[in-house]
Structure formats: C-alpha cells, structure tokens
C-alpha cells in the first residue's frame, strides 16, 4: 500500500507517493525521472548511486524511501545552479577527471557533500569521501587533483 511522503528534492518540497519497501534509487529513476544518478551494483558496493541526504553522501540503492519525510536530498541534477556548473563539476571537466562518465555522478556527490561540509580539507579528507566510490577506468588521480583544485579556488560559480 502506498504512503504518501514529503520531502525537498534539490530545493524544491515535493510530496510522491511511494511504495513502502522502495529504495531512493528507485523512486530517483524510475518515479521522478532524475536519470542522472545511476545504479551500479545495486547493493552500496560501487557508490554509482550516491547522493546527499542532509549533507551526507548516500548509497541511494541502500537508502529506504520511508525515511525520506522532512529531509533534504540533493542529486547531482540539483548541484548546479541557475545553469551553472558547481565548481565540483567544473573541476571534474577541466581536470579530465570524467573518464567513461558512470561513475561521475557519485564521485561528484561525494565530492559536493565534503566541499559542502568543510571548504578545507586534505587530501586524506578527499579519499575518505570518495572512498565508497569505484572507478574502474583510469583510477582516482585525477579525480583527487580535480576535487584538490577546487579547495584551492582554481574553480568557483
């Protein structure tokens, strides 16, 4: 049986109904059309699926739609904005960080949640925050240089 939820989605209140034993991935995809956020292993082992829940990174595969009521997420459709880039995602283009692009979306996520949560931080606080995300291209150098040249002010909105 459908119950009915309210939530802000990238900061905009919304109220879906939503089938109890639905994930957030579930709900992101497939009700709400958000397709930017992709679903890798399907059990929080990849990081594909991250997204923010009230400033923390999230495995959205993992995480129940019941707990959604009164929170805050952010998807990484709800990074940018007013059509501009965050400096996450400039520094992922411009550094070459993208790679294949699936793993981009939870990278860039994980990166949003420790830019947003602390403006310095090391490189040990980076590979602490993507540690739950796995890239199977080219490895996390560039990617680490990408989210390093954002603390240091190389990119801003």
């Known amino acids: 049986m459908k119950k009915k939820i309210e939530f802000n989605l990238n900061g905009e209140n919304i109220t879906v109904e939503?089938?109890?034993?639905?994930?957030?991935?579930?709900?992101?995809?497939?009700?709400?059309?958000?397709k930017g956020t992709k679903e890798g292993c399907?059990?929080?082992?990849?990081?594909?699926?991250t997204v923010v829940v009230d400033g923390l990174a999230v495995?959205?595969?993992?995480?129940?739609?019941?707990?959604?009521?009164?929170?805050k997420?952010?998807?990484?459709?709800?990074?940018?904005?007013?059509?501009k880039l965050h400096p996450i995602q400039k520094a992922f283009i411009e550094e070459g960080a993208i790679q294949?692009?699936?793993?981009t979306p939870g990278m860039v996520m994980s990166a949003y949640a420790l830019y947003?949560?602390?403006?310095?931080?090391d490189e040990e606080d980076i590979k602490?925050?993507?540690?739950?995300?796995?890239?199977?291209?080219?490895?996390?150098?560039?990617i680490i240089d990408a989210i390093k040249a954002v603390?240091?002010?190389?990119?801003?909105?």
């Open 128 to 142: 602490e925050a993507i540690e739950g995300n796995l890239c199977r291209c080219t490895g996390y150098v560039k």
């Open 151 to 157: 603390k240091g002010g190389k990119y801003e909105f």
């Open 73 to 83: 997420v952010i998807t990484i459709e709800g990074v940018s904005k007013n059509g």
């Open 100 to 103: 294949c692009g699936f793993c």
């Open 42 to 49: 399907g059990y929080g082992e990849c990081g594909a699926c």
């Open 18 to 34: 939503v089938e109890p034993y639905w994930s957030l991935l579930y709900l992101l995809r497939n009700i709400l059309k958000l």
């Open 59 to 71: 495995n959205s595969c993992l995480y129940p739609v019941m707990e959604l009521e009164g929170k």
């Open 116 to 121: 947003e949560e602390k403006r310095e931080y």
